[in-house]
Nanobody, 123 residues
Framework: VQLQASGGGLVQAGGSLRLSCAAS????????MGWFRQAPGKEREFVST????????YYADSVKGRFTISRDNAKNTVYLQMNSLEPEDTAVYYC?????????????????WGQGTLVTVSS
């Protein structure tokens, strides 16, 4: 089982990026998916989660209104559209596959993790 995150890069403040997380080895269409991030010297923190069908989403307060999570179960892929990026969003972003069908903001709610993709927002 592998989760491959991509789409990170360097962007100026106010810009946008779209992260993708493609799963292989098994289908996750019945699992929640989530995004977390880890800034240098900080713990990994919750960003967003989406339930198995895509009908329910949840966001950290720090990204609410700026980030949008979505999924395409036919492609076994989850996305994170990030708009109005701020320097404080700079971090390595990780995708996770949930243990159940409904999302969690807790690290232990996820059974599989991708390798991370670096997002750097310059001021």
């Amino acid at each position: 089982v592998q989760l491959q995150a991509s789409g990170g890069g360097l962007v100026q403040a106010g810009g946008s990026l779209r992260l993708s997380c493609a799963a292989s080895g098994r289908t996750f269409s019945n699992n929640a998916m989530g995004w977390f991030r880890q800034a240098p010297g900080k713990e990994r923190e919750f960003v967003s989660t989406i339930n198995w069908s895509g009908g329910n989403t949840y966001y950290a307060d720090s990204v609410k209104g700026r980030f949008t999570i979505s999924r395409d179960n036919a492609k076994n892929t989850v996305y994170l559209q990030m708009n109005s990026l701020e320097p404080e969003d700079t971090a390595v972003y990780y995708c996770g596959a949930g243990r159940g069908s409904y999302g969690s903001s807790r690290l232990n709610g996820y059974a599989y993790w991708g390798q991370g993709t670096l997002v750097t927002v310059s001021s």
